[in-house]
């Protein structure tokens, strides 16, 4: 009798249908709870901003940021544009525009940590 050669590969199990980290972009409560993340912590650093110039380099940040200079080295060249826009918003002082920035940047963090 001739015995019968086994298959090359063997079709192991069915694949999962399950995936192996869940789809967070289909499910509402996720961007709610982004959301939410957002409006926390904005609230939070809202209720607590610098309406003025602050210590240390703040004012040196400020102006470099409303004049497009260089503050001291490395020079923070992303800061220093996203402060000139934030520099041309209508509201209050400059300082108080600047630190609303980083109130915003740093709402955002929240959300890009919550997002992981």
Avoid at 2 to 13: E, F, H, I, M, N
Avoid at 66 to 86: E, K, S
């Amino acid at each position: 009798m001739k015995r019968k050669k086994p298959p090359v590969t063997s079709p192991g199990p069915p694949p999962s249908t399950v995936p192996a980290y869940p789809d967070h972009r289909r499910d509402p409560w996720f961007y709610a709870m982004l959301a939410l993340t957002f409006l926390f912590s904005m609230t939070i650093y809202l209720l607590t901003l610098a309406p003025t110039v602050t210590f240390e380099d703040s004012g040196e940040f400020i102006a470099a940021a409303y004049h497009l200079g260089v503050p001291h080295q490395p020079g923070y060249p992303l800061f220093t544009l996203l402060g000139r826009v934030f520099s041309l918003l209508p509201l209050g002082e400059v300082a108080y525009r600047l630190n609303l920035m980083s109130a915003v940047l740093a709402s955002l963090g929240a959300v890009c940590i919550s997002w992981t």
